[in-house]
């Protein structure tokens, strides 16, 4: 049985090298050369430009950061909250920083992330983190304990479970209906043709996140719960936990912004009609560190 397949097995590429030597065989080998130098070439002109970029970035200056995010949404400065979270901290704390949006996923494929002092780090979470402790604490905050707790489950409630029922309602329930005007208009296009692609598996991954498996109806119930908890939690003060700003704003402005300019029309009407307190917590935030907000947007 061996002598057998080897014979067998012999006479395979004997038969291959037959065909490699016909005009067949030796167009379809130039074709995969070819290939195979595109890829070379793509793969070093990729590293080329990424080691440009990082000379550029190694020129912002000592102690600037730079953030790495996607472009500007054309009704908020960033249509991902996480984004558009750490730039607001970044203005509460007063730190210089310059925006990129070449690059907008780092090493670990996530946005948004920043270089600083030739440092790369990822998450936005961890980053605040970092930047709390290399400036000293630039965000003066007076928190009990129990005050951090409750902006702690806040933040965690907001980024981990509001931000999924927002995502789902405008890109699975409304099929992107609405959100699609809030990118630049020279991407529309495009998105619009890859939409069928991109929707398929984002709707598994709603799937096993588990929101995913509601209708519109009772996802808008776990939406609305938690907006009605953040109010409850912030009642008459002027920011979410006490009379000045702390690091948990951001996190809560970011959201708002979220739920009132990027989720659907019915919604920011509900908000504006049932939650004033939301409304003008989000209007004095973005007075205070968004003076600028019509100027970061997109066309």
């Not at 210089?96 to 030739?118: H, L, S």
């Not at 479970?161 to 209906?177: C, E, G, P, Q, W």
Request: proline letters at 5%; charged letters at 25%; one cysteine or more.
């Amino acid at each position: 049985m061996a002598c057998v397949e080897r014979a067998g097995g012999g006479a395979v590429w004997t038969e291959l090298s037959r065909w490699a030597n016909t005009t067949a065989g030796r167009r379809l080998a130039k074709t995969l050369l070819a290939a195979a130098l595109l890829g070379v070439g793509l793969k070093l002109w990729d590293r080329r430009r990424r080691h440009q970029r990082r000379q550029r970035w190694s020129q912002a200056g000592k102690d600037v950061v730079v953030l790495h995010q996607f472009e500007r949404g054309t009704n908020m400065p960033n249509l991902s909250p996480f984004a558009l979270k750490l730039e607001t901290f970044l203005r509460m704390a007063n730190i210089q920083y310059v925006v990129d949006a070449d690059e907008p996923q780092g090493a670990r494929g996530k946005c948004p992330w920043i270089t600083i002092n030739g440092e790369e780090l990822s998450d936005s979470e961890l980053i605040m983190d970092y930047l709390t402790k290399h400036f000293n604490n630039p965000i003066p905050e007076q928190l009990t304990p129990a005050q951090h707790g409750v902006g702690r489950a806040v933040q965690v409630m907001l980024d981990e479970h509001t931000i999924f029922a927002v995502a789902y309602k405008r890109y699975i329930l409304d099929n992107m209906s609405y959100i699609m005007n809030c990118f630049p208009s020279r991407y529309r296009n495009g998105i619009r043709i890859l939409k069928p692609l991109f929707l398929s598996p984002l709707k598994k991954f709603f799937y096993v996140n588990g929101i995913g498996r509601f209708n519109e109806q009772e996802t808008l119930f776990f939406l609305y719960r938690e907006l009605r908890a953040l109010e409850d939690v912030m009642g008459d003060k002027p920011f979410l936990l006490a009379d000045a700003p702390s690091t948990y704003d951001a996190a809560v402005f970011a959201e708002l912004t979220q739920v009132l300019l990027g989720c659907a029309p019915e919604v920011e009407r509900y908000v504006r009609e049932n939650h004033a307190v939301l409304v003008g917590y989000h209007e004095r935030m973005k007075a205070k560190y968004w003076p600028d907000w019509q100027q970061c947007r997109a066309d």
